[in-house]
Antibody, heavy 119, light 114 residues
Framework: EVQLVESGGGLVQPGGSLRLSCVGS????????MTWVRQAPGKGLEWVAS????????YYVDSVKGRFTISRDNAKNSLYLQMSSLRAEETAVYYC????????????WGQGTPVTVSS | DIVMTQSPDSLAVSLGERATINCKSS????????????LAWYQQKPGQPPKLLIY???TRESGVPDRFSGGGSGTDFTLTISSLQAEDVAVYYC??????????FGQGTRLEIK
């Protein structure tokens, strides 16, 4: 059974940093592009970042460029999102999701980890 | 960026009746080299992550009931639930993954029972 399990969310002050993790199981992790998608409370879905199978290509939404870093460790079946200079408007549930290509639908999603940016 | 606009924002349909949700993209999602529309539909129930229903505009994901169907091409797409069941109450999102980033989603359509 395919599973994606996120962790690392929590309360952080504006301007602070946080590192999210996502562990995959039940599939060959290194065969898939991995992506972070976020959802602010009561709002829609926003693509944040994606990383190629071997980590050599990384893409970000403009609003997080220079502040967020996506990475992966295929030996640990793990995806990460290092977030810095966090803003209140980035309060959201952060989901990891998998896809077969950069331009692809997402067939499995994790349950999400909540991030609250507040003083 | 490709803008995805769903209509309506909310919809109330009687049990057993048909529900139709529309999704319009600001540019064509039809890739001429493979004749595929780069459009997916997701269902999200409260407190749960999105669930993939339809991809390539009309291909049903494994395990999704056949009352769900996707149609359309180019810039105009539809998600149809042929006979609404109580468990279909959810928010539905379309997503484009055409060959340009960022990947974008529609704003969502909330489906309720009338």
């Amino acid at each position: 059974e395919v599973q994606l399990v996120e962790s690392g969310g929590g309360l952080v002050q504006p301007g602070g940093s946080l590192r999210l993790s996502c562990v995959g199981s039940g599939f060959t992790f290194s065969d898939y592009w991995m992506t972070w998608v976020r959802q602010a409370p009561g709002k829609g879905l926003e693509w944040v970042a994606s990383v190629y199978q071997d980590g050599s290509e990384k893409y970000y939404v403009d609003s997080v460029k220079g502040r967020f870093t996506i990475s992966r460790d295929n030996a640990k079946n793990s995806l990460y999102l290092q977030m810095s200079s966090l803003r209140a408007e980035e309060t959201a549930v952060y989901y990891c999701a998998r896809g077969l290509d950069k331009y692809q639908h997402f067939d499995y999603w994790g349950q999400g980890t909540p991030v609250t940016v507040s003083s | 960026d490709i803008v995805m606009t769903q209509s309506p924002d909310s919809l109330a349909v009687s049990l057993g009746e048909r529900a139709t949700i529309n999704c319009k993209s600001s540019q064509s999602l039809l890739y001429s080299s493979n004749n595929k529309n780069y459009l997916a539909w997701y269902q999200q129930k409260p407190g749960q992550p999105p669930k993939l229903l339809i991809y390539w505009a009309s291909t049903r994901e494994s395990g999704v009931p056949d009352r769900f169907s996707g149609g359309g091409s180019g810039t105009d797409f539809t998600l149809t639930i042929s006979s609404l069941q109580a468990e279909d109450v959810a928010v539905y999102y379309c997503q484009q993954y055409y060959s340009t980033l960022p990947i974008t989603f529609g704003q969502g359509t909330r489906l309720e029972i009338k």
